[in-house]
Antibody
Framework: EVQLVESGGGLVQPGGSLRLSCAASGFTFSTYWMHWVRQAPGKGLEWVSR????????SCADSVKGRFTISRDNAKNTLYLQMNSLRAEDTAVYYCARDAYSGSCGPWGQGTLVTVSS | DIVMTQSPDSLAVSLGERATINCKSS????????????LAWYQQKPGQPPKMLIYWASTRESGVPDRFSGSGSGTDFTLTISSLQAEDVAVYYC?????????FGQGTKLEIK
């Protein structure tokens, strides 16, 4: 069974940093593109970033460009999201998701909540 | 970026009746070289992560009940639930994956009338 378990969320002050992790199991992690998608409280879904299987190709949304960095460790079956210069508008549940078909996402983890507030 | 617009924002349907959700993209998501529409539908129940229902606009994901169907091409798409069940109460999202902005619609909240 595919499992994705996010961790690393919490309360951080504006301008601070946080690193999220997503532990993957139940599939060959090193062969899949992976995504981060976020959801602000009571709001819709916003795609954040993606990474190819060997970590050599990444892209991210304009809203986080220059502040967030996606990476992976295939030996540890773990996906990361390094978030710097955090803003109040980054407050959201952050989900990791496996790429399903060329950019569609599934399955998804349960998410980890990031709150940016002073 | 491609803008995805869903209608309606919310919908109340009686049990056993048909529910229809629309999704319109600001530009075509049909890739001519393979004739595939890069459009997916997701279901998100309260307190849960999203779950993919439909990909390539009309292909049902494994395990998804056949009362769920997707249709459309180019810029106009529809998710249909043929006979609403109580467990279908959720927010439904469309998503384009034609461009790497991977934009989602704003969501449609489906309730029981």
């Amino acid at each position: 069974e595919v499992q994705l378990v996010e961790s690393g969320g919490g309360l951080v002050q504006p301008g601070g940093s946080l690193r999220l992790s997503c532990a993957a199991s139940g599939f060959t992690f090193s062969t899949y593109w992976m995504h981060w998608v976020r959801q602000a409280p009571g709001k819709g879904l916003e795609w954040v970033s993606r990474i190819n299987p060997d970590g050599s190709i990444t892209s991210c949304a304009d809203s986080v460009k220059g502040r967030f960095t996606i990476s992976r460790d295939n030996a540890k079956n773990t996906l990361y999201l390094q978030m710097n210069s955090l803003r109040a508008e980054d407050t959201a549940v952050y989900y990791c998701a496996r790429d399903a078909y060329s950019g569609s996402c599934g399955p998804w983890g349960q998410g980890t909540l990031v709150t940016v507030s002073s | 970026d491609i803008v995805m617009t869903q209608s309606p924002d919310s919908l109340a349907v009686s049990l056993g009746e048909r529910a229809t959700i629309n999704c319109k993209s600001s530009q075509s998501v049909l890739y001519s070289s393979n004739n595939k529409n890069y459009l997916a539908w997701y279901q998100q129940k309260p307190g849960q992560p999203p779950k993919m229902l439909i990909y390539w606009a009309s292909t049902r994901e494994s395990g998804v009940p056949d009362r769920f169907s997707g249709s459309g091409s180019g810029t106009d798409f529809t998710l249909t639930i043929s006979s609403l069940q109580a467990e279908d109460v959720a927010v439904y999202y469309c998503q384009q994956y034609y461009t790497t902005s991977y934009t989602f619609g704003q969501g449609t909240k489906l309730e029981i009338k």
